[in-house]
Structures are given as structure tokens and as C-alpha cells.
T-cell receptor, first 114, second 114 residues
Framework: AQSVTQLGSHVSVSEGALVLLRCNYS??????LFWYVQYPNQGLQLLLK??????LVKGINGFEAEFKKSETSFHLTKPSAHMSDAAEYFC????????????FGGGTRVLVKP | DTGVSQNPRHKITKRGQNVTFRCDPI?????LYWYRQTLGQGPEFLTY????????KSRLLSDRFSAERPKGSFSTLEIQRTEQGDSAMYLC????????????FGEGSWLTVV
């Protein structure tokens, strides 16, 4: 069974500072990995996904994530936080060949301080 | 491409009543998914369809829940004899097919059972 752990349910960063959100997964085989963002009272929007191509994945809004198989990690970063980045972020895993059914982590809420 | 559409966006119902949610996926997307999200948690998979066939159901989907996709287009999720524990946001999503295809989420339907 797949599982996803997001370290830190809340992260506070200053505007302009680095954003780092941690995600570790467990899977018997390398899976597909995703980061989604959710703004209040809205659905989820895909930020980026890893599908076994390049290990460094660039997404929308300046976010990127690096797949590290040895660490079973897929951490999300953004060099400079913007006020509009305040939202909840979810890491998700989908095992290969499993119909892309997503298993989500518990989420990390990001607060951006001016 | 008008996105995944869900109705109603909000529903308040009394315990024991039945409720139905509708989802219109992105046109020509073969796969349709239902997830449930409670406050402070990541979405949890409920079920998914490939065209009109329901291919998988989670253990979370008790006998009181039923989902249909009669013509392989829109889908409905019905909850019978609602309980307070059913209060959550119900998210619908769709994708072109399986594999690494991006899953697009709707804005969700909030259910409050009083």
C-alpha cells in the first residue's frame, strides 16, 4: 500500500524567503508523484508532477520539486515566497499502472508573513 | 475546456435525509473520480469510473453511498440516511485516461449534516 507523509502541518515564511515543504512516500515501486495546491473553499490545482522522467520537476508559479529515490522524498521548493502562495499544499502518490488513483498526504498549510 | 463542475456547492441537510451530488467532468475525459475531504485532512479516494464502468470502490464507501455514471459523462454521488460523520467536502475529478495523466479537480461540494 502507498502512503505519503508531509512533515509539518503548518509552515510560516516571510515574503521573499525560501519555501520548503517536505514530502516522503512509501511505495514498493517508484510511483508517480504530485503536488497540489488548495486555496480556501476551492478544489485542488496541480502544481507539478513526477512521472519517471527528469528528477527535478518545474511547475507553475515558480515551484519545483526534486525526486530522490534513495530518500523516498519529493520535497517542494520555491526560492522566494509571495503573499499569494498562502494556501494548503498536498503531496500525492499514484502507483504505476494503478489507474492513477491518488493517495494524499495530510497537507501543509503555508502562511506568508509580510 | 470549462473544467470540472460540481453541484450543489453547498448542502445542509438533516440527519437521516438523502442527498445527491452531481459532477460534470471535462469533456472527453474517460476517467472520473470521487474523493472526500474532511477539515484539516487530505482528500481520501472513494471511487472511480472508466467511462460508465465503476472500476474500484474504497472501503470508505459504505452501503449508504452509491455512485453512478450512466452514460459515461456526468456522475452522481448519493448518500442515503446521512449521518453527522458524512459532513465533508466531496471532490470530483477527471482525467483523460490512466497512467500519468493529470487529474483535474472540481471545486467540491460541501456537505453539512445537522
Amino acid at each position: 500500500a502507498q502512503s505519503v507523509t508531509q512533515l509539518g502541518s503548518h509552515v510560516s515564511v516571510s515574503e521573499g524567503a525560501l519555501v520548503l515543504l517536505r514530502c516522503n512516500y512509501s511505495s514498493s515501486v517508484p510511483p508517480y508523484l504530485f503536488w497540489y495546491v488548495q486555496y480556501p473553499n476551492q478544489g485542488l490545482q496541480l502544481l507539478l508532477k513526477y512521472t519517471s522522467a527528469a528528477t527535478l520537476v518545474k511547475g507553475i508559479n515558480g515551484f519545483e520539486a526534486e525526486f530522490k529515490k534513495s530518500e523516498t522524498s519529493f520535497h517542494l521548493t520555491k526560492p522566494s515566497a509571495h503573499m499569494s502562495d498562502a494556501a494548503e499544499y498536498f503531496c500525492a502518490v499514484s502507483p504505476l499502472g494503478a489507474g492513477n488513483k491518488l493517495t494524499f498526504g495530510g497537507g501543509t498549510r503555508v502562511l506568508v508573513k509580510p | 475546456d470549462t473544467g470540472v463542475s460540481q453541484n450543489p456547492r453547498h448542502k445542509i441537510t438533516k440527519r437521516g435525509q438523502n442527498v445527491t451530488f452531481r459532477c460534470d467532468p471535462i469533456s472527453e475525459h474517460n476517467r472520473l473520480y470521487w474523493y472526500r475531504q474532511t477539515l484539516g485532512q487530505g482528500p481520501e479516494f472513494l471511487t472511480y469510473f472508466q467511462n460508465e464502468a465503476q472500476l474500484e470502490k474504497s472501503r470508505l464507501l459504505s452501503d449508504r453511498f452509491s455512485a453512478e455514471r450512466p452514460k459515461g459523462s456526468f456522475s452522481t454521488l448519493e448518500i442515503q440516511r446521512t449521518e453527522q460523520g458524512d459532513s465533508a467536502m466531496y471532490l470530483c475529478a477527471s482525467s483523460p485516461s490512466g497512467g500519468a495523466d493529470t487529474i483535474y479537480f472540481g471545486e467540491g461540494s460541501w456537505l453539512t449534516v445537522v
